[in-house]
């Protein structure tokens, strides 16, 4: 096998992975490794690692179940399946092998309920969630349940109670800002998801009602945030970092929906991507210096 082949099938294995999609969610497991433990160490590379194969697992899984519905959308045609660069029974052989992967290193360094959990996430994913949204544009907000999991993932393999508030908050931070972060997706794709056979919001709602929709989860994202500045967060530094760009993003929309009558989705998805990204990392630099 030539390198260019080998290049490519490394290629189309991360694709199934979606490792860019992926690699956040391992930093939002190790973002609750941190909070408990108050250091990453060795072990905190061996959660991400293991999560990360993991989600790689779900969306290799993912690829195998809608590569029929991929085909018929323009964004997701040329993805491994659709274009024709590997069969269904391959994709579905990297899943196996990524989540096998994944489990051995959960297995080997924490305790058993940290693959558990993993898994309930895998299946909440791809059990529940894909199938749900076939018959119903709503799916999205049970669906966002897969968002607060990976930090009770990094929690819970610490050794932390799954009933503690701390990361409970953390977790239904992450669980309402799945919601908006899906109807900007469908502002941007939802002609797309139609062409599909998706049931879509915009067979109910105009742009502009989905548009205030999203702001309003988009106010009730910023709201958790401010509860985990105020109330999980010790750093001053860190907590005014933080509530400065809460306070920007919320800014920044109001202004674009009230005044200027109009939300700037793509940029808007953006922000508040970036809001999912700085939390985590706000949380760990914090839990690492005060904690």
């Known amino acids: 096998m030539s390198k260019q082949s080998i290049g490519n099938t490394i290629k189309i294995i991360l694709q199934l992975g979606k490792a860019r999609i992926s690699l956040p969610i391992a930093l939002s497991a190790l973002t609750g490794y941190a909070m408990y433990t108050g250091h990453i160490g060795e072990a905190g590379l061996y959660l991400s690692l293991g999560v990360f194969l993991m989600s790689c697992s779900s969306s290799a899984i993912n690829h195998w179940q809608e590569h029929a519905i991929d085909a018929k959308m323009p964004r997701t045609k040329d993805r491994p399946i659709p274009s024709g660069k590997i069969t269904p029974g391959f994709a ?15 297995t080997l360094h924490f305790p058993v309920v940290a693959l558990i959990a993993s898994i309930v996430t895998l299946i909440s994913y791809n059990g529940f969630y894909t199938p749900l949204k076939k018959y119903t544009a709503f799916a999205v907000v049970p669906g966002s349940l897969v968002g607060a999991l990976p930090p009770y993932i990094g929690w819970l393999a610490a050794g932390g109670d799954l009933l503690d508030p701390t990361i409970f908050l953390v977790a239904i931070f992450f669980f309402i800002g799945q919601i908006p972060h899906f109807w900007l997706l469908l502002l941007m794709f ?32 910023i709201a958790a945030a401010l509860v985990i500045a105020l109330q999980v967060l010790i750093g001053r530094t860190v907590i005014f970092i933080l509530l400065f760009y809460i306070f920007y993003l919320l800014f920044s929309t109001t202004t674009q929906l009230l005044v200027k009558k109009n ?3 793509r940029p808007t998805f953006f922000k508040l991507n970036f809001l999912y990204l700085f939390m985590m990392i706000a949380i760990i630099v914090d839990s690492l210096f005060h904690r």
């Open 92 to 106: 579905l052989a990297v899943a196996l092998a990524y989540f096998a992967a994944g489990a051995i290193v959960l």
């Open 190 to 221: 939802g002609k797309q998801y139609k062409l599909a056979g998706y049931p879509s919001l915009n067979d109910l709602f105009s742009d502009n009602q989905i548009k205030r929709l999203s702001y309003t989860w988009i106010l009730s994202t």
């Open 263 to 265: 939300l700037s989705v």
